[in-house]
């Protein structure tokens, strides 16, 4: 506890300081307006909004660097908070913290069809959506634990759960402006899972504080999404597309991760005619009369597949690694953005907003760059969090790491997605 006071008083004082700075300094506050404020304020435009410049929405190195320290001391609060309230954070806690993750995604998509007005507009733009959905998730984790604590009858918990959850989203559609489903539908779901959970999970969820995050969060998620679904859908193909293009790739890790383990690397020499082959397929997509092209470089590129598998280098068992559910679920996520954001920016005429990426993508003249480097990035990260010495004695600190990391990527990937499916 005494780790975490002097991690907040660290924060504050920082905080306190940069208000001071931008309060009082002409030169700081100009910087903080420009490349903090104004890209912030330019993503809050409303769609045909002819006075508002939404091509300043986009990140730059300044505030990308001040949001990696961010991350950075959160991560550390967040890390010692939970540890303080014993919560786990194992394979469990991950898989019921991907509701909230999507949730996310979902909320920013009603953020860009101006569901939202200002200043609950700007906590709901990134980064700071980060920090909101960061907050909703320690609440129910903290009200989790308090339940899981109290003595109180699980009868009077659950009336009291439920009067909650309608009479706070009640005073939610009757205050906010927009067009919100009407409390009386919310209700029905709300006593619809408190009736399947009572009959299912008994009392289960009021003693175990993950349970019961994970509960929360879906039901939060289903609100968020039946609100963004009054909207029309103008590219439906949109989510199949994705979700088949990342369910390959992650299906391919796992066929790969398995078979250079067990059987051997494949052959490299043959593995490069592979790619080759498949790259001029991607090149000769758009030629008139190429039935011929494509089916001789499908033959080569299946010949030199089976080459690369048949003549197998020597086995590599750190590749059995990537095999591991959670981490099977890291690529996932992050092929769901590379793919949303090479579909976006490709074939439905997006930009890309981060200053890494665009390089990326500029460079290459395509965006499905983003898959490679999606690749090359989390399979870095879990290698190297393998081969870390005191991997057992930081296992909750590792584990919070993946989820952070889940966070950017099924998180915008998610966004992505709905806000082409929907055209915001």
Not at 140 to 169: D, P, Q
Not at 176 to 199: N, Q, Y
Not at 327 to 352: M, Q
Not at 370 to 393: Q, R, S
Request: proline letters at 4%; a negative charge; aromatic letters at 14%.
């Amino acid at each position: 506890m005494k780790q975490i006071q002097n991690n907040l008083y660290t924060s504050v004082g920082l905080l306190v300081a940069l208000v001071l700075m931008i309060s009082f300094v002409p030169q700081i506050n100009s910087f903080w307006e420009e490349y903090f404020v104004s890209p912030i304020q330019s993503d809050a435009c409303e769609v045909g909004d002819a006075d508002c410049d939404r091509t300043g929405a986009k990140y730059n190195i300044y505030n990308t660097i001040a949001y990696g320290f961010c991350f950075f001391l959160f991560f550390t609060i967040i890390n010692e908070l939970l540890t303080f309230w014993k919560i786990t954070i194992d394979d469990k806690f991950v898989f019921n913290s991907i509701p909230l993750l999507i949730l996310g995604g979902v909320v920013r998509t009603l953020e860009d069809a101006d569901s939202f007005e200002p200043p609950i507009q700007y906590i709901m733009i990134s980064p700071l959506i980060y920090g909101t959905i960061t907050g909703i998730a320690l609440f129910f984790i903290a009200l989790g634990v308090w339940l899981a604590n109290s003595e109180t009858s699980s009868k009077t918990k659950a009336i009291g759960l439920i009067s909650f959850a309608i009479g706070s989203y009640g005073l939610w559609w009757y205050f906010a402006p927009g067009e919100w489903i009407h409390p009386s539908s919310w209700s029905l779901i709300v006593f619809s899972a408190a009736a399947l959970t009572a009959e299912f999970l008994r009392s289960k969820p009021l003693k175990d504080p993950i349970i019961f995050f994970g509960i929360a969060s879906t039901l939060l998620l289903i609100l968020a999404y039946l609100n963004l679904s009054q909207n029309e859908l103008v590219n439906p193909e949109m989510l199949w597309d994705t979700v088949i293009i990342a369910g390959i790739l992650t299906a391919l890790i796992w066929i790969s991760g398995s078979f250079i383990s067990s059987r051997g690397i494949p052959n490299v020499m043959f593995g490069l005619l592979f790619i080759l082959f498949c790259f001029n397929l991607y090149l000769v997509r758009d030629l008139d009369n190429n039935s011929t092209y494509v089916m001789l470089m499908s033959i080569g590129a299946l010949t030199s597949l089976i080459g690369s598998l048949v003549f197998s280098h020597f086995k590599w068992s750190p590749a059995s690694h990537l095999t591991n559910p959670l981490y099977l679920i890291l690529y996932f996520g992050h092929f769901i953005d590379g793919s949303a954001t090479y579909l976006g920016i490709d074939k439905y005429g997006y930009v890309e907003k981060h200053v890494l990426p665009t390089w990326f993508i500029e460079e290459f003249g395509t965006a499905i760059v983003m898959l490679p480097l999606k690749f090359l990035v989390v399979t870095g990260v879990i290698l190297a969090l393998e081969n870390e010495e005191h991997k057992e004695d930081q296992k909750q600190m590792i584990s919070l790491l993946i989820l952070f990391l889940l966070a950017l990527g099924l998180g915008p990937g998610t966004r992505d997605i709905l806000r082409i499916m929907f055209g915001t």
